[in-house]
């Protein structure tokens, strides 16, 4: 029995016979590569997404939820308050020095039982000192993929709606495991939206 690392026609193939990216760019999309450009135009600089060699780099949707900064205040997680948070949406986001905000992807994720997904922050934004966090995607889970980013420099820096935020590995088992996301009826099960801690 192994693991394998999932390579682009590989992904491909999952997300047109099992839905698993919706919606799916079949390939890398970055800067100068946008298809209603004329030739003669000066590149858009856009943050890459779509199918990679070995991965698919997911966008970020345009809503965000943004963390408040009261001193009187504490984030639990066994028992979230919404008040701690206010909604944000447009068509980029500037996150305040050591800021920390939740987005959700773009695309509806559907994992078969086989594959579980490691997901990495881009460099684009890991370079200007924001930190994407995003859990493994485990097998039968599906969804909008919440995002956690942070800002860990003591500058504004502003992330882009609609663009590449980070790249998710899929890894492929040649058996299913014994218990899926779905069969353990986990509570981030079909989220939508960006999904506040349970």
Known sequence: MGTTLLSDFEISEYAKNLHMIDPFVSNQISSGMMPYQAPDDEPEKIISYGLSSYGYDL??????????????????????????????????IIIEPHGFVLARSVEYMRIPRNIITVCLGKSTYARCGIIVNITALEPEWEGHVTIEISNTTPLPVKVYSNEGIAQILFFASDSDCDISYKDKGGKYQGQTGITLAR
Do not use: C, L, T, W
């Open 59 to 92: 966008r970020v949707a345009d809503e965000y939820k943004v963390f408040k900064h009261p001193a009187d205040r504490i984030v639990d997680p066994k028992d979230f308050d919404s008040s701690n948070v206010y909604d944000f949406q447009g068509e980029s």
